[in-house]
Nanobody, 115 residues
Framework: QVQLVESGGGLAQPGESLRLSCKASGINFKLAVMKWYRQAPGEQRDLVAT???????NYTDSVKGRFAISRDNIWRTLYLQMNSLEPEDTAVYYCNTKWYGREFWGKGTLVTVSS
């Protein structure tokens, strides 16, 4: 059974940092491409960052230079370091992967950026 469990969300002021984690189980983590998505209130769910099995990363333009995705294959954990947070980053953040043709999501962690 594949499970993705996010943590690390919370309230931050503009300019502050947060680090999200996603613990994976039920997959061979080191062979999985992992992604972070986010969904702001009333908006669609959008891709934020992707990390491949070789640790290469891609980001949506709005977070480039501020966010960093990483992975720890030993602990089967995906991370998203979020720096210089802006109110526009407020959203529920979801961990995502595809495994054997099926897509899996975590339940999400809420990030609120407000002064």
């Amino acid at each position: 059974q594949v499970q993705l469990v996010e943590s690390g969300g919370g309230l931050a002021q503009p300019g502050e940092s947060l680090r999200l984690s996603c613990k994976a189980s039920g997959i061979n983590f080191k062979l999985a491409v992992m992604k972070w998505y986010r969904q702001a209130p009333g908006e669609q769910r959008d891709l934020v960052a992707t990390i491949s099995t070789d640790h290469s990363a891609n980001y949506t333009d709005s977070v480039k230079g501020r966010f960093a995705i990483s992975r720890d294959n030993i602990w089967r954990t995906l991370y998203l370091q979020m720096n210089s947070l802006e109110p526009e980053d407020t959203a529920v953040y979801y961990c995502n992967t595809k495994w054997y043709g099926r897509e899996f999501w975590g339940k999400g962690t809420l990030v609120t950026v407000s002064s």
